[in-house]
């Protein structure tokens, strides 16, 4: 028989007082007393589709568990909570807050205040944040990355964040070469075009948010692919936008911009020594798999031994001297060069993307040394980037 409760009862009710009354700010949870690992939770109102939900957060020490209720729902799931999981509950409203605390015995005490919180509007819990990519674009939900309505998918959230960024990289990088609408149209090669995630939402954001006009062409060997999005491309009338099926070596055209992301080892090398042959005006590679150093790296500096001992703090050390020496070689050609974290960690360990940018600025000479001195330094003998390259080596 479960035992009575009136001030139990009592802050229920106020709760549910304060959100029918529309002067609820917030609710806390703690002195945690229930199974497993102590958390604590904070309930706060959110909107889904305009309608206010209860959003309960419960906080443990290395991450967060957030489910959203109905009101009622999310009174009676606080109701089961307090006076068991937790032993302490605050309502803070516009008109008062309301605190009631348990003692070891399960003795309730109930007491009110004056509130101490301003209130604010229920958060839209499916908005979105502030990104250069709205996630309602057609080519979003076209590519599943967004719903119907235009929200993006909880399973495609790291892939958007992805698109989101390399938007921002580019859109910056754009700014400082102060290009605009009313100049030429914009070539571009994007190497490796895969499903064509990055390249429709480049296209897009050039021609749609920016007014620039632009010939773009999607570079990938699986022709299914190439297929598919030159099909969303008509469909879309992107008609600047097109995909071939080809090794890049065979795209062998004039580009302002050259792109390869995540290209697998050397095929790296082969667009930034394309891009640089095509003297784009800028090229962005995000590497990946570099593998062509680490067998050379034998006979390091001695500075280094203690590093490449170990497998795989060698293969790490390979990794940067790899991209290193491609920025360095990039630099020895005339290229302003930025090295910058694409996305998080959480979502991919090859989170970093090179970002070159012509200029008549650049000390080559010096790049050329530090280039020879990484050389000596690490060990390694040569390097894909620099056989394709004339008068760097």
């Keep these: 028989m479960t035992r009575k409760d009136p001030q139990k009862a009592e802050f229920i009710a106020a709760l549910a007082a304060a959100l029918e009354g ?12 229930g199974e497993g690992e102590a958390s604590k939770a904070v309930a706060t109102l959110v909107a889904l589709k305009d309608v206010p939900h209860l959003k309960l957060v419960t906080s443990f020490a290395r991450k967060d568990d957030t489910k959203t209720f109905s009101i009622n729902d999310g009174i009676n799931a606080v109701k089961v909570l ?41 958060v839209a819990h499916d908005r979105s944040k502030s990104y250069l990519v709205p996630p309602d674009r057609p080519y979003l939900k076209a590519l599943q990355v967004s719903d119907a309505e235009g929200r993006v998918k909880p399973t495609m959230q790291g892939k958007y964040r992805q698109i989101c960024r390399f938007i921002e990289i580019f859109d910056g990088l754009l700014k400082e070469g102060k290009r605009d609408g009313a100049q030429t149209p ?23 948010a920016l007014g620039q006009d ?5 570079i990938e060997v699986r022709s299914d692919l190439v297929k598919l999005c030159n099909e969303l491309a008509r469909a879309l009338k992107f008609s600047g936008l097109s995909f071939d099926a080809v090794e890049a ?15 697998c080892d050397t095929a790296t090398d082969d667009a930034l020594a394309l891009g640089i042959g095509a003297d784009a005006k800028m090229i962005l590679v995000a590497p990946c798999c570099q593998h062509e150093l680490a067998p050379q790296i034998n006979d390091a500096h001695a500075g280094l031994a203690g590093i490449i001992k170990y497998p795989l703090l060698k293969q790490r050390q390979a990794d940067l001297v790899t991209d290193a020496a491609r920025a360095l070689l990039l630099e020895a050609s005339g290229y302003k060069v930025k ?15 090179i970002a070159a940018t012509r200029s008549a600025s650049v000390n080559r000479d010096r790049a050329k040394r530090q280039y020879q001195e990484l050389k000596r330094a690490t060990g390694f003998v040569t390097q894909h980037l620099v056989a394709q390259l004339k008068g760097v080596e």
Excluded: W
């Design 186 to 208: 914009l070539s571009i090669l994007d190497i490796g075009s895969g499903k064509g995630y990055l390249t429709f939402a480049l296209y897009d954001h050039l021609t749609t």
């Design 339 to 353: 090295v910058i974290e694409f996305v998080s960690t959480e979502h991919t360990a090859k989170n970093i993307l």
């Design 82 to 122: 307090i006076g068991e999981t937790y032993l302490s509950a605050t309502l803070f409203s516009a008109e008062r807050d309301v605190t009631l605390t348990y003692s070891k015995k399960r003795e309730p005490h109930l007491t009110s205040g004056k509130p101490t919180l301003k209130p604010t509007e229920p």
């Design 249 to 263: 070596q065979q795209k062998r055209a004039a580009a302002d911009v050259v792109i390869a992301l995540h290209a």
């Design 22 to 33: 529309k002067t609820f700010i917030k609710l806390t949870l703690g002195k945690f007393r």
């Design 214 to 218: 632009c010939r773009m062409t999607g």
